[in-house]
């Protein structure tokens, strides 16, 4: 079975530090990985996609990805209080056929 | 450029009734998915489509949902004889054809069952 595990939070962090939110997944030929946030009452959003070890910067955020330890990360930098959302991480299990598999979603609250 | 959309918004329905929610995909998009999300719960895969084509529907349930998309118009998720279990959001998502595996996602459907 395919799974995709992340810690549901809350996770709380003050304006200005750094956000880390974690996601580990089982299947080992998982080729794409996606980091998508979420508002309350909205649709999620796609803010950083990676495909290969290593970091990927993208203004204040960074992904990371581990595939020998089956790991991908989202660091935010000086977090705002409009960072605050539900992050969903999100694999593709397959090569062709697409199948994204979402992890249930860290909830990530910034305090001003 | 209209992104990804679905109608309606908001649905209601008594139990027993069927439910038809609809997604149209963007421009130039033929790959279509539909997920389901309990509040404060994940986004559950569903069925993954192209024209006329179901893809993967791995996750949808044996009895009482069907999904189509059919060569003109939007993708169909359809419940049949809903339980107040059905009621969630459904989100529908689409992608170009192959070379760009990025979700681009509706602004869902909240389906009532009273």
């Known amino acids: 079975q395919k799974e995709v595990e992340q810690n549901s939070g809350p996770l709380s962090v003050p304006e200005g530090a750094i956000a880390s939110l974690n996601c580990t997944y089982s299947?080992?030929?998982?080729?794409?990985f996606f980091w998508y946030r979420q508002y309350s009452g909205k649709s999620p959003e796609l803010i950083m996609s990676?495909?290969?070890?290593g970091d990927k910067e993208d203004g204040r955020f960074t992904a990371q990805l581990n595939k020998a330890s089956q790991y991908v990360s989202l660091l935010i930098r000086d977090s705002q209080p409009s960072d605050s959302a539900t992050y969903l991480c999100?694999?593709?299990?397959?090569?062709?056929?697409?199948?994204?598999?979402f992890g249930p979603g860290t909830r990530l609250s910034v305090l001003p | 450029n209209a992104g990804v959309m679905q109608n309606p918004r908001h649905l209601v329905r008594r139990r027993g009734q069927e439910a038809r929610l609809r997604c149209s995909p963007m421009?130039?998009?033929?790959?279509v998915y539909w997920y389901r999300q309990l509040p404060e719960e994940g986004l559950k895969f569903m069925v993954y489509?192209?024209?006329?084509?179901?893809?993967?529907e791995s996750g949808m349930p044996k009895e009482r949902f069907s999904a189509e998309f059919p060569k003109e118009g939007p993708s169909i998720l359809r419940i049949q004889q809903v339980v107040r279990g059905d009621s969630a959001a459904y989100f529908c998502?689409?992608?170009?054809?192959?070379?760009?595996?990025?979700?681009?996602f509706g602004s869902g459907t909240q389906l009532s069952v009273l």
């Open positions: 489509l192209q024209k006329e084509n179901i893809i993967d």
């Open positions: 421009k130039g998009h033929s790959h």
């Open positions: 990676i495909y290969s070890n």
């Open positions: 299947d080992r030929g998982s080729q794409s």
């Open positions: 998502a689409s992608s170009p054809p192959q070379g760009n595996e990025k979700l681009f």
């Open positions: 999100a694999v593709n299990v397959r090569n062709y056929g697409q199948n994204f598999v």
